[in-house]
């Protein structure tokens, strides 16, 4: 098998990763199917060293899907240096316990609080606006597009980075190193945001005082027992009861 | 039936996006509404309800190994069972949407439980992986990743078609006491729900400057929308 080839499929395979999620070893069978092909390209006729390669990719290993590319390229150059006699396994395993943290921390503050909520804020603010079937058709691909072109743009240049920097991959696990793209799509969902609430204030039950009351008070309600509290069923729940109190007493 | 049968099946394979696989963002509610609005015909109804429950669970972060509510399973069962009953609740729809809204957090809080189980299980095939490699036998990652992904399938397939079928029922139930109501008295849920959503879409940010920057923008949104100046 070719290097490229490996590595497309490596990469192929990284859309499995979370497949067989688990309390164990959490991403840790996902990551040693994403490279098995690696396994059977440096140990395929050494069954001792093949299993042990699939072994000490079954230990814990956990952090964002997208984000995991990096651990994955660095550990392809990292095995593929102990193949040649240049390192030593348990490096690797501590290695990969240490990028844990980066790895999640990182994806979740990048993908999960900015990427996805500002990608489909704007679907719904586009949605309100808009009530032709074939604009907001359209519109889904669009969104396809604003949310995987940096989900595949990470995974591309996860793995690559990764690869070419090794056990050094760390330096690069930083936010500073996404600032335009988070400042990008910060500006997206507020804007989203902000207009959807001009709108749903403007429009809905004819905008008038009460309905407005209505919306800012359930905002801030749900924003304060989540953000402040922590409590998702009350912030889900408390302005929905609240509106048919309001609703019966007018 | 059927047409409901395979809109299930076609969802629930979706939703394995939402975790186990690809994880393209095209299980979100605003998505999948728009092919439940494809199956019943009634684009207008679903979508509706999509953009509502869109922002309720973009709060909930899927960190490490917590377990967050089954949001977008919830929102399917949501979403097909307004679409079918608004009809029979039209001159009611307010209700209808707060009464699908409270099911659907609910049942989405019971889809997290599930989660669990599934994940207990799937340390099950982990286990069975290191047994394999112990005895040096053929390895089975990738039928490990294809059973568990299947697994993950049926439950949300049955999940998604049980909870379908007593949500209908409930609803065909609270048809008549729901109905001798003042419509007037559900009026505000549409515009809560909305705000609920965006608060919880706020909670995420708890930089003071994001806060202010959309409580201006949004005053200069009503304004705009109100007085029609774009």
């Known amino acids: 098998m070719k290097r490229y080839t490996l590595y497309i499929h490596i990469f192929l395979r990284s859309f499995f990763i979370q497949g067989c999620w688990n309390y164990k070893g959490m991403l840790a069978v996902g990551f040693c199917f994403t490279l098995k092909p690696l396994a059977k390209l440096l140990y395929w006729d050494d069954p001792e060293k093949y299993y042990g390669f699939l072994k000490r990719h079954l230990g814990f290993m956990n952090g964002h899907p997208y984000f995991v590319s990096y651990a994955l390229g660095a550990s392809t150059k990292i095995e593929e240096m102990i193949a040649k006699g240049q390192g030593h396994p348990e490096q690797l395993q501590r290695f990969k316990n240490a990028l844990v943290g980066p790895l999640g921390a990182l994806g979740d503050q990048l993908f999960w609080a900015i990427i996805k909520p500002a990608t489909f804020s704007l679907g719904v603010l586009f949605f309100l606006l808009v009530e032709d079937i074939q604009y907001r058709v359209g519109f889904i691909i669009f969104m396809g597009v604003l949310y995987n072109v940096p989900h595949l743009y990470i995974r591309i240049k996860g793995f690559k980075n990764g690869y070419q920097q090794g056990f050094n991959i760390y330096k690069f696990l930083k936010i500073e190193n996404y600032k335009s793209m988070k400042r990008f799509y910060v500006s997206i969902v507020v804007l989203s945001l902000a207009f959807t609430i001009g709108y749903v204030g403007a429009n809905w039950n004819a905008g008038n005082a009460v309905s407005i009351a209505v919306l800012l008070s359930s905002i801030l309600i749900a924003r304060y027992l989540r953000a402040e509290k922590g409590r998702s069923i009350l912030a889900l729940t408390v302005p929905a009861i609240l509106s048919l109190i309001i609703g019966i007493t007018l | ?230």
């Open chain 2, 1 to 230: 039936m059927t047409d409901i049968l395979l809109l299930v099946g076609i969802i629930s394979i979706l939703t394995i996006d939402q975790k186990d696989a690809f994880q393209f963002g095209i299980s979100q509610p605003i998505i999948t509404s728009v092919i439940i609005g494809a199956f019943t015909g009634e684009y207008a109804t679903a979508i509706y309800f999509g953009i509502i429950i869109q922002l309720m669970w973009m709060g909930n972060l899927q960190i490490g190994a917590s377990i967050t509510p089954s949001g977008a399973l919830g929102s399917v069962v949501g979403c097909i069972m307004y679409t079918l009953t608004a009809k029979a609740y039209a001159s009611h729809l307010s209700a209808l949407l707060l009464l699908t809204f409270f099911y659907t957090v609910g049942i989405s809080f019971i889809g997290g439980q599930i989660e669990v189980l599934i994940r207990k299980n799937n340390t099950r095939f982990q286990n069975a992986i290191y047994k394999r490699i112990a005895q040096h036998k053929k390895t089975v990652v990738g039928w490990a990743i294809t059973k568990a992904i299947i697994v993950q399938w049926s439950v949300n397939f049955l999940f998604i078609s049980l909870f379908l079928a007593l949500g209908l029922l409930i609803l065909e139930w609270l048809k008549q006491p729901v109905l001798l109501t003042h419509a007037a008295v559900w009026r505000f849920a549409d515009i809560a729900l909305m705000g609920t959503g965006i608060g919880m879409v706020l909670s995420l940010y708890k930089s003071r400057k994001i806060q202010y920057t959309v409580a201006l923008l949004s005053l200069l949104g009503i304004l705009i929308f109100k007085f029609k100046l774009v």
